[in-house]
């Protein structure tokens, strides 16, 4: 299991290290890196604390209070409800795709795309905490 | 039959979940190069719905609320005197 954090920590940040192509839209580009380690991050995150809920639960309560976070149904697109993460990359999806259509402005982007990156450092945070013995120094996030 | 799909069910989640990982990866190069099709994004998107059945992405089960025992109302009582 250790192994397998580290291997996935080393990629996630050796992900964001990609050269830009000349030519390309540095907020396209950066938003498609966001969504790809943002769900390869938060894949793995629900995936340890899948293999355990209980223990999370009573030892690291807050861990697994924010993937149960993750885990809500939200309305994606008025009648499509998906678990709050996979809701996170679509959204940051689609209004990449209508960034690029012209049907969306920068600031757009940025807003979603700095809400997607909060989640995904946090969750990030916890992977890197999970082999530690206590995880009560946590930094605070809202998850209302 | 149906055994034999069940079974398969976790290797298959497994599979959508290392294809959405892999059509990420490549789909910022297939943009550049545009070869990237409107059909191809809808697909994506469909796929990346689909991780969202893979049992980490559940959220812990509720407790089953408790049947409720009906109302028992008092018997009628008989108004006509005689």
């Given amino acids: ?21 000349p030519g390309t839209d540095p907020i396209v580009v950066r938003a498609q890196q966001t969504e790809t380690v943002g769900y390869a ?22 861990l697994h209070q924010y993937a149960e976070w993750l885990r809500a149904p939200q309305v994606v697109n008025g009648t499509n409800v998906y678990p709050r993460g996979i809701a996170f990359m679509l959204s940051l999806d689609t209004i990449v795709q209508q960034y ?25 945070w ?17 998850t209302k | 039959m ?25 789909r910022t190069a297939a943009q550049q190069n545009n070869v990237w099709t409107p059909d191809m994004e809808t697909s994506y998107q469909s796929m990346l719905a689909s991780a969202a059945t893979a049992p980490e992405w559940q959220p812990d089960s509720v407790p089953a609320a408790q049947p409720v025992a009906p109302v028992q109302f008092p018997a009628p009582v008989n108004t006509n005197i005689s």
């Avoid at chain 2, 149906?2 to 490549?26: D, N, R």
């Fill in chain 1, 1 to 21: 299991m250790k192994k397998y954090l580290i291997i996935t920590c080393c990629s996630l940040l050796l992900a964001g290290c990609a050269a830009l192509a």
């Fill in chain 1, 41 to 62: 991050t938060l894949d793995t995150f629900l995936k340890v604390d899948n293999a355990n809920r209980s223990l999370f639960a009573t030892n690291a309560p807050a």
């Fill in chain 2, 2 to 26: 149906e055994t034999a799909i069940i079974a398969a069910i976790p290797s298959i989640i497994q599979g959508i979940t290392a294809l959405v990982s892999y059509i990420q990866s490549v």
């Fill in chain 1, 100 to 124: 690029q259509k012209g049907l969306a402005n920068s600031n757009q982007v940025a807003n979603v795309l700095a809400t997607a990156e909060t989640a995904i450092t946090q969750a990030q």
């Fill in chain 1, 126 to 142: 916890y992977i890197s905490s999970m082999g530690a013995t206590s995880l009560t120094n946590q930094p605070a996030i809202n």
